[in-house]
């Protein structure tokens, strides 16, 4: 019998067992090896030169999945595997499937056992032997903790995480700037997020990468666990199907679970997008809607999923998958409905019976619209339904077909002041605000035992992306607003713990400076296309010239305009090559054309940063070979209020977010 | 299913010629007379109703017909060969970061190259264009995952030639 090794063995037996396959293996090539062992470790990355850091750590109790990768000799097949735990086998049935990324040896399997937890606090050793065909075996070695929670005091009964995707510093001094202003060097008032009485430095990297997309950016703080890029709830694995993956459990799963907590999630964007999905759903793939979105309705039951709201309805209307073989002349032919079986999910059984999820199926005929109905949902289409709904039902808001507009744009439909809510068929949105109190009142009334809400502000991240200044600041406000009814709640509901927060940063925003010419100024510069000496010199005022950019609020409280005399001026670190003029851009919807407009010449616009603002001549060169604007990995500021928010504070690592709110949840705070 | 923005690259890089853009081309679509123009406004019933976007009898009525359209092309991150998409206002499509959850309006045009030019990618082109060929209704999941319900079928590239109106992108 053979035996080989990737990393140090836990008992003293197959310790000096390893010994001896270790000279073994230096006169044979060989095949036959873990691949990968997950929970992921340093102990198994190293071959165990490094034991630290610890990169999964886990609650009492929280659920994960255990996995390896198995590669056999030639010829052969792996026959078994079995997971062990401080030397002791894991109990339970271990699932070999074939491993299906290409590249990987013939007979390559994935071994897995669902849903295993553990109690005991402190570090473990895992480990995984496998054994092929030929009788000869292989091992590896990984490791993972658990993380104590103490009875420190009253528990946190509901948690609300404000997440400005792609919000950091600079996004919200903009937005503190644009929308309060600045007196003598003091913000004439505060934002609602500054008023938070603890802060923290979040750090924010994923599995794979120092920068992040939304996907762990997100999950990470609801699970504990780091995962890879466009990753939510998950491990990465070597199959190819996208919701299969080592799964590990949510906070909402959780509390669901063991408290009866119920579970909110509001977004601006797409309600399958990243950072809503990164609260419930697992899945290695953040763009298979049709998969995501069926999960939040098959699993409510285990997530407590009672509120859900924002755009993506075109994910919740039956797709005729027949067409055109069949008449489609119909409304239903017609709905906009996204869902295909590229995008949906089936589960495999081994996942099915160790977390007890629906099984799933490919279903783009599937109407679940009408299934959140057929189960007691209310379901809002706009604001007017939304605002009159029963708090006593749970409530599904799908307020466009995928992103919902941008503040913006929907505070300019409401001033009449431009067409474009109208002109993308939704002229009746609610703001994020609204859409938080709607939420809180709906929550509020059905969770006996709390909730977990999350309100995502998702287009200060869209927008910063394409480097459209104006929408991102005023998304940014809209979330501020959003956080004030937050913590009005928080205040009369005193158990509850309000977390502001960003997946990450985007775009490098920095507050660089004033303009120092008024508006009809900059726009007579960029008439001339000169180019940087008319738009840059003489316009960007550092230091003193930057003076105080001072903007007016109008009833709505938002800014009358952005196009002030002296403006504030925002450069882009992360940026893509562009045209910058500093003036507000009709974007999206340059001069509002109507689609169809029949007047002509229509007015052409470009729609990249490279085709816009053009006639100043001024080109910003990008560091960056995007199309737009990408994402850092810089730290982000974190904000607390409310009951368990003293475990907040420091330099924190986006995971360790999770043990400080479960430990408010479970142990309390003091 | 793993995103698979290296066979896309692969894809782009293995075509031997990159269309040069159609905006290289003369300045208004190859007429052969039939065409009936249809405005995107035309397409859906506004505003869109609590259970998705319903045809107008104008755009039901012209299913199998040739077409003249004007709109914007779709800027994509990852465009795909023999495809791209129109719409009536300017709209980028940031692929690698959000996947589908963007901001393309209801009334998105689908414009299939021609199949003896299926292997191409259309360079985009920051205009207006007027485009003409023959409309095709019905629910259909694109190459590129998206589900599109109406068509336009290019008989040849060169009628995708433009019409750019105006040039003056920052009135």
Known sequence: ?670 | MRRSIHSRVAVFCLVAVVIAGIAACATAPRLRGDEVSLPLSEFFVRPVGPRGQEPTQTLLGLNGKRVLVQGFMVREEEPFPGLFMLAALPVSIAERADGPADYLPPATLFVHLPDAQRDEIVKYVPARLELAGTLELGAKEEASGRVSYVRLRLDDLEDARTAEVGTQPNP
């Open chain 1, 1 to 670: 019998m053979r035996i080989r090794t990737k990393n140090l063995k836990i008992t003293a037996c197959s310790w000096l067992a390893a010994l001896g396959a270790t000279s073994l293996l230096a006169s044979e090539a060989s095949a036959l090896t873990v691949s990968r062992l997950t929970p992921p470790s340093e102990l198994f990355a190293t071959t165990g030169a490094s034991a630290t850091p610890i990169i999964a750590r886990f609650i009492p109790y929280q659920r994960f999945d255990l996995q390896a990768t198995i590669r056999p000799d030639a010829a052969q097949t792996i026959t078994s595997a079995t997971f062990l735990v401080d030397g002791v086998v894991v109990p339970g049935s271990v699932t070999l499937a074939p491993a299906t990324v290409a590249g990987l040896p013939a007979n390559t399997v994935v071994a897995t056992l669902r849903a295993y937890s553990n109690a005991t606090v402190g570090v473990h050793a895992l480990s995984v032997q496998a054994v092929q065909s030929d009788a000869a075996t292989v091992a590896a070695n990984g490791n993972f903790e658990v993380v104590a929670i103490s009875n420190l005091g009253r528990r946190t009964k509901n948690i609300i995480i404000m997440l400005g995707d792609g919000m950091g510093s600079g996004h919200r001094a903009a937005a503190r700037i644009m929308q309060n202003g600045i007196a003598q060097g003091k913000a004439r008032t505060r934002l609602a997020m500054d008023t938070f009485p603890v802060s923290a430095n979040v750090t924010t990297a994923s599995l794979n990468s120092i920068v992040t997309d939304s996907s762990p950016g997100m999950q990470n703080y609801v699970t504990g666990n780091k995962s890879a890029n466009n990753q939510e709830g998950v491990w990465p694995d070597d199959t190819t199907a996208n919701f299969d993956n080592p799964r590990f459990e949510y906070m909402s799963e959780y509390l669901a679970r063991t408290q009866g907590k119920k579970l909110g999630v509001v977004t601006t964007s797409d309600v399958f997008d990243a950072t809503p999905a990164s609260m419930a759903i697992h899945t290695q793939n953040r763009g298979a809607g049709t998969g995501i979105v069926d999960q939040y309705f098959d699993d409510r039951g285990q997530t407590g999923l009672t509120v859900l709201m924002g755009g993506g309805r075109k994910w919740f209307l039956p797709n005729p998958t027949n067409c055109p073989d069949v008449d489609c002349g119909t409304a239903t032919g017609f709905n906009g409905s996204a869902r295909a079986n590229s995008t949906d999910y089936t589960l495999p059984a081994d996942l099915i019976a160790g977390w007890g999820s629906s099984a799933g199926a490919l279903d783009p005929a599937r109407d679940l619209l009408s299934d959140f109905q057929g189960v007691g949902w209310s379901y809002a289409a706009t604001e007017n339904d939304m605002a009159t709904a029963p708090n006593s039902q749970p409530l599904l808001g799908l307020f466009a077909l995928s992103n919902m507009n941008i503040a913006l744009d929907k505070i300019n439909g409401r001033r009449a002041a431009s067409t474009i809510v109208d002109d993308y068929g939704f002229p009746d949105q609610p703001m994020l605000d609204e859409m938080t109190a709607k939420a809180l009142s709906v929550l509020d009334a059905q969770s006996p035992n709390g909730f977990v809400l999350m309100v995502e502000g998702a287009s200060i991240d869209k927008q910063a992306h394409n480097m459209d200044t104006e929408r991102f600041v005023l998304d940014t406000i809209e979330l501020d607003r959003s956080i004030a009814v937050a913590k009005q709640y928080a205040a009369t509901h005193p158990d509850t713990l309000v977390i502001v927060t960003a997946d990450h940063e985007c775009a490098g925003v920095a507050v660089i400076g004033g303009s120092q010419v008024t508006d009809a100024a900059l726009q007579t510069r960029i008439a001339t296309g000169i180019g940087a000496a008319q738009v840059r010199s003489g316009v960007v005022g550092t230091y003193d010239a930057a003076g105080f950019p001072r903007y007016t609020l109008a009833a709505d409280g938002y800014p009358t305009t952005t196009d002030i005399d002296y403006r504030m001026l925002i450069g882009y670190a992360a940026n893509a090559d562009r045209f910058e003029d500093w003036r507000t851009n009709p974007q999206p919807l340059r001069d509002s054309q109507q689609p169809g407009n029949a007047v002509a010449p229509l007015t052409s616009y470009p729609a990249g940063p490279l085709n816009r603002d053009v006639i100043g001549n001024f080109q910003v060169t990008g560091q960056i070979a995007d199309a737009v604007a990408a994402h850092t990995a810089n730290d982000i500021p974190l904000s607390a209020y409310g009951r368990g928010s003293s475990l907040i504070g420091g330099t924190m690592d986006n995971t360790d977010v999770f043990f400080s709110i479960m430990q408010a949840a479970i142990g309390g705070a003091k």
